[in-house]
């Protein structure tokens, strides 16, 4: 799912450096590191796998993963027993708090 109302700008933006909305503007390494890991053959992605996807800085440059930007991250599970887990830092740095109702 994806939200393709563009605003006039974007749009300008993107026919100016030669780019489609499926290229966009920037590359976000966030996004290729979950592509990397899960394909479309992926049975089942476990909250652990999530949590290492999160926490990598296995990408070239700053934009890893978790990097100077991230502050937080967060995980919401929802199943019968829906559970909330946050980081309340850079995941690579410190432990994700388990919250479940």
């Known amino acids: ?3 393709t109302d563009y605003s006039a700008n974007y749009l300008a933006s993107l026919a100016a450096n030669n780019k489609t909305p499926e290229e966009g503007l920037y590359e ?3 996004i290729k590191s979950f592509q990397n890991r899960f394909t479309e053959n992926t049975q089942s992605i ?3 796998e999530i949590k290492k996807v999160l926490s990598s800085r296995d ?8 990097n100077r930007f991230t502050f937080a991250s967060v995980i919401y599970e ?3 027993k829906p559970r ?4 309340p830092g850079k995941p690579h740095e410190i432990e994700y708090l388990k ?3």
């Open 1 to 3: 799912m994806s939200n």
């Open 28 to 30: 976000c390494q966030r």
């Open 46 to 48: 476990s909250i652990d």
């Open 59 to 66: 990408n070239d440059g700053q934009d890893v993963v978790s």
């Open 78 to 80: 929802l199943s019968d």
């Open 84 to 87: 909330f887990l946050v980081a």
């Open 99 to 101: 919250l479940e109702w």
